[in-house]
Structure formats: C-alpha cells, structure tokens
C-alpha cells in the first residue's frame, strides 16, 4: 500500500526521509552491529547522537545557555504534575489560563497539589477565543502562569507569549513547538510531548530555566520527579527512551535542512492560510475560531450538512486522506497539519474539499 496523507493530532506524520533513516540504521546501527534499540545508553555512540539531538534542538530554537533541556518520559501529562510539584511552595498559588481542553486537564492536575488560580477560562465561547487579556485576574507572586499556547482539540493558538504577568511563563507547546521561531528568554519553562512535532510518542522534551531549578520545593521531592535531579544526572537518572530521542533526533537534522524554523513558519503559515481561506470562502465549511486565534496546526472545520460526515471522511480516505475526524468533544473534522505535513498533503485535501462540495453541497 502506498503512504498516505496523514492528518492525525497525535501520535502525527513523521517526515518520509526520516523514516527511510531509521530503516536504513534499523539492523546495524552506527558499526555497532545491533539497532539502537539494543544498544546501551551509556555507550559512546548513543551518547553522541543523544548530545547532538540537544545541541541541534539548541540551535533550532536559539535556546540560551541559561536553559536546561530534559529528554524525559510520561508525556504532557506528567508534566502536568510535575510543575505545580516542583516549582510551587505548598503555599504558593499556581495561575492558569485555561483556552481548551489540554489546559483544562493541566489546572485540574495541579490542583491535586497546590492552590490553582484560573486567571481566565474562554469556556463562555466554548473555546473558540480567548478572553482579552485586560481581563486576567493573575495572582501576585504566583509561583508561575501556565498557559496552552496551541489548543490540539479546539484549534486555538496564541501567537504571542502574553505578557500579563511579572511570574514565570510555562508552556505547554505539545502541538506546536518547532512550528516557528519563539523567543524562549520569555519563558520559564517549555514543555512539549514528543508525538505532534518532534518524533514518536514517549519522549516529552522540556526546557527550563536553570535558575527555576533552584525553586525549594524539588529539594523534597523523589530524584525521578524531581526537574533538578534529572538536569543534573543529564536526563539519565534511569533509562530514557533511547529510540525515540534517536529519531527525535533525525527529525532535529531534518528541520535544519528544511531551513529551520523560519523557513517551517512560513510554510506552516502558507498551508494554514489556504485551508482557512477555503474554509471562509465557502458556505459548505465553517471554521468557529475567531480570526486573531486559528491555529497553525490543527485547523477544526464543520460541514453544512453534518449527516455528511461520515461520508466526507469515507471518500478522502479512499483518495488517501486520513484521520480528519475531529474530536469527539468537539464533532465535525480537524486536520492537523504538523511540520511532517506536506504543501502537497494540503493541497490534495483543498482539492477534495472542493469536489466534496461540488458533488453534496
Ligand atoms: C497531546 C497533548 C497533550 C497530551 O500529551 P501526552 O504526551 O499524551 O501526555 C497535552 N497537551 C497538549 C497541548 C497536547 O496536544
């Protein structure tokens, strides 16, 4: 069967050249004689391709040397739970913006440990905007302010970090990190699961200001939870997870080849503005996000006749088109259009949404 064009939020496409890499090194890699799966990773060469994945991720992102970057396990969620507990006080209060579904589940882990303040919640608009930033109701001296700044389900991303708060910025990029180019000197900490942007599932990538490595509260806190005791150990406080840092890692080199990341933001913002121009121009699609907030990424779009679903997803994925099934919280389609997702992938959906239309409207 031939590859198909794969609109899938997560675990998401993979860049082809990547791919044939890893099938090239998969039996004997690197003159070991053994796949990097079976390899140790305290071996030399592993250790090579784990420093050169962090120094390419540095230079894609010009992440200052002041940042440590973790190659940890667990996911988004886990970090979920491990910022509140690390770099809160048990008497601090921890603020949240809440734009959707993802920063929904992350207040509602913290609370499990800390006071939580949501600074404001854009569930009047049922998400599909986000409350003006007049309006944010931050604590002073909150130990940080979390936000989401691509909503995976709803399609809401905020371009800009805001700038609302005197306390450290914490991210969660899952969905868009490596997108486009980001001032990282604005943030606290970035975080991001592997799955979307950066490789295969497993692998959670956080950045994190070294002087935040400091906070007291990790001093109490079990080494394997604790974001000090894995920047120290160098992220191998026990076994990380080896394949999926090495195709991180190939997916690094690819991005650098591509142009980095101002040539993916363009083309990231080419792709989205001609979905969302297809959308507007037409009485068939809706897209319910407001104008200033559309994701980049992951691009929710309704049909006029919703007893057309099924159909619309049956027939794209006989031409190859597949996983545009939106969330089931939310219904309708979403195609998410990751860094691995091509112009030519965007181009054969606008093509069939176009005779899609033509043929049911
Ligand atoms: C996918 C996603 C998550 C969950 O990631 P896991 O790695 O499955 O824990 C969290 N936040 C955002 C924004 C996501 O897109």
Redesign the pocket.
């Known amino acids: 069967m031939a590859r198909v064009f794969n609109f899938s939020?997560?675990p998401a496409a993979l860049p082809l050249p990547v791919l044939d890499q890893i099938k090239a090194d998969l039996p004997e890699w690197l003159g070991t004689g053994m796949s990097v799966m079976e390899l140790s990773h305290r071996s030399k060469e592993f250790i090579g391709v784990a420093e050169q994945a962090e120094a390419d991720l540095r230079e894609l992102m010009a992440i200052p040397d002041d940042y440590a970057v973790l190659f940890l396990q667990?996911?988004?969620?886990?970090?979920?739970a491990l910022l509140p507990a690390n770099l809160a006080g048990p008497d601090q209060t921890v603020d949240y913006l809440v734009t959707?579904a993802?920063?929904k589940?992350?207040v509602k882990e913290a609370k499990a440990l800390r006071a939580t303040n949501v600074v404001a919640d854009g569930g009047d608009s049922s998400y599909t905007d986000v409350p003006d930033p007049a309006s944010w109701q931050c604590t002073p001296g909150a130990a940080y302010l979390h936000y989401?700044p691509?909503?995976?389900?709803g399609g809401v991303e905020i371009h800009e970090p805001p700038a609302v708060s005197d306390a450290p910025l914490v991210a969660?990029?899952?969905?868009?990190i490596l997108s486009r180019p980001v001032d990282v000197s604005r943030f606290g900490v970035i975080y991001?699961?592997?799955?979307?942007n950066i490789g295969p599932?497993g692998l959670?990538i956080v950045i994190i200001r070294r002087d935040l490595l400091e906070r007291e509260a990790q001093a109490d806190l079990p080494r394997i939870l604790s974001y000090a005791a894995h920047a120290e150990g160098g992220s191998m406080l026990n076994t990380p997870p080896t394949f999926a840092w090495y195709v991180a890692g190939l997916v690094f080199s690819w991005l650098k080849e591509q142009g980095g990341l101002v040539q993916m933001a363009r083309t990231n913002q080419g792709k989205a503005e001609r979905l969302y121009s297809a959308i507007d121009n037409s009485d068939f699609y809706a897209n319910p996000v407001a104008v200033g907030y559309r994701s980049w990424m992951?691009v929710p779009f309704t049909l006029a006749r919703p007893e057309l679903d099924a159909d619309f997803l049956a027939e794209a994925k006989a031409v190859g088109l597949t996983n545009l099934k939106g969330h089931r919280s939310v219904g309708g389609m979403r195609a998410s259009i990751y860094n691995a997702v091509s112009d030519e992938a965007v181009d054969a959906l606008l093509a069939f949404m176009k005779d899609f239309e033509a043929q049911r409207a």
């Open positions: 939020a997560g667990g996911g988004a969620t886990q970090q979920f959707g993802w920063g589940k992350a989401t691509n909503e995976t389900i969660d990029m899952s969905s868009t991001a699961g592997a799955q979307k599932a959670t992951n």
